[in-house]
């Protein structure tokens, strides 16, 4: 069964720093793209940053250029967010999702982690 899990949110001041990981877990052929969304109470989910299996192609959402940074290590399976100069507007449930195929031949499908809540507050 794949699965994605979270860890590493928790409560922060202003201005700190977290650093989230996210690790998949399965029958796990290769993953494709992964990245990290969140929500905040009462918002849709917005998309934070994604990254390609080469490493490449970053894309970051514009309230997070500069502050967070996306990386992945593929032999661990595993995607980090680091996040910095964190604001109170940042708190959310950060999500991970992660395109996987289980064999050569079997298409990419779309995997979610049930998420990680991020409290900025002082």
């Known amino acids: 069964q794949l699965q994605l899990v979270e860890s590493g949110g928790g409560l922060v001041q202003p201005g700190g720093s977290l650093r989230l990981s996210c690790a998949a877990s399965?029958?796990?052929?290769?993953?494709?793209?992964m990245g990290w969304y969140r929500q905040a109470p009462g918002k849709q989910r917005e998309l934070v940053a994604t990254?390609?299996?080469?490493?490449?192609?970053?894309k970051y959402a514009d309230s997070v250029k500069g502050r967070f940074t996306i990386s992945r290590d593929n032999a661990k399976n595993t995607v980090y967010l680091q996040m910095n100069s964190l604001k109170p507007e940042d708190t959310a449930v950060y999500c991970c999702s992660a395109d996987l195929k289980t064999t050569l031949y079997s298409t990419y499908q779309a995997c979610w982690g049930e998420g990680t809540l991020v409290t900025v507050s002082s």
């Open positions: 990254i390609f299996s080469t490493g490449s192609n970053i």
């Open positions: 399965g029958s796990i052929f290769t993953i494709g793209v």
